[in-house]
């Protein structure tokens, strides 16, 4: 016998087909309990991330991360932040920014947007150019009074590529003989893009020249500075590592705008995770009541064991390796089916008629370290609750129990 005496007993006892087959039931379902549990949980999780760095992608990556504001300060002086900035091993690029709340108004109907204006300066900040649709992004920079609506706006708008509209800035003004009035302009739509995400009702682009001459600002007027960074959700890394370059500077980040909905989104992800851990610990406390059930029926077995010399804390092992058995199996085909079903959740979908809308998918991403985390956490649960249970057959003793045999 080249293994330890109590895992090769243990694993047998596992293994064995017969003996009392309502225990051997609950053991089944013990296993089929964690099983699904896990396979909900990987599923969920997966999904979740893969939503998350969706809404990260489509709309932190639109807007700034940081945005640093020029007020007063000269060009020279906020190229000189700029330069700075670009040091940071946070920053993945730092561009020259502009914008303004605007009403975008046709024949139709109006709405209001927030309208950035970039500048061709080192490439546009965003990745914008990944989600035309429609029409040409350079135009967009390099013609004066050109814009990028999404095609949400282009459908209720009623407009579509090369057309006009009207774009009104509440916040900016100019004298006519009838007053004091809104500045506005009429911009030919360049391009369309689409995120397939909330980001779509609410933003236009243009060029930051265009902008200004609209906010009738002087052309000397030096623009604010969008930052991107490589994680957004390491802002606050990049914060305390900069506060000595930003401490005279005023600044906001992405999270006033979006900061309540990733919080949103966090916390239903770990409530999600909560409830299908519940289901695992359910599963987990099966192992309890089986192994419970085996110890009083095996006393036997356990006392002539120990009359031939097996220790009670060799005893204890025997049964803390069949509890662990059926944790090990459970989540390790829990894991596997969580990883199948994840994979392949879209064309599951699709086959049972629970198409989403059409051209769109349930994103998918694998977190493998908080999956492992799962995974050793249900394989923990599971050696916890054959403590007792093993304990208890490490109490047996022979001479009470073999008395009458």
Known sequence: MFQPVSLFIGLRYSRSSKGNAFISFISFFSIAGIAIGLMALFTVSSVMNGFESSLKTNMLGLIPHV????NKRTAAQMSSLKADLEQSPYVSTVSLYQHGEAILQTNKDLHGVLLQGLYGDDGSLYKITDKIVQGNWQTVLNKNYSIAISRYLSRKLGVGLGDKLRVIMPNASTYTPLGRMPSQRLFKIAAIYETGSEIDMGLAFTSGASLQRVLK??????PNLSISLYEPFALDEFIQASKLILKDH????????????????????????MLLGLIVLVAVFNIVSALTMMVSEKQG?????????????????????????NGVIGTAVGAFLGVLLSLYINELLALVGLNLMAGIELPVKFDVPSLIVIACSSIAMSFLDTVYPARKAAKVKPAEVLRYE
């Open 67 to 70: 945005e640093v504001q020029a």
């Open 217 to 222: 600002l002087d052309q000397n007027t030096a």
């Open 250 to 273: 005023t600044y906001t980040d992405w999270r006033s705008s979006q900061g309540t909905l990733f919080a949103a989104v966090a916390m239903e992800k770990r409530i999600m995770s």
């Open 301 to 325: 077995e356990v006392a002539i064991l120990q009359t031939l010399g097996l220790t009670p804390s060799q005893v204890q092992k025997v049964f803390m390796v069949q509890g662990l058995y």
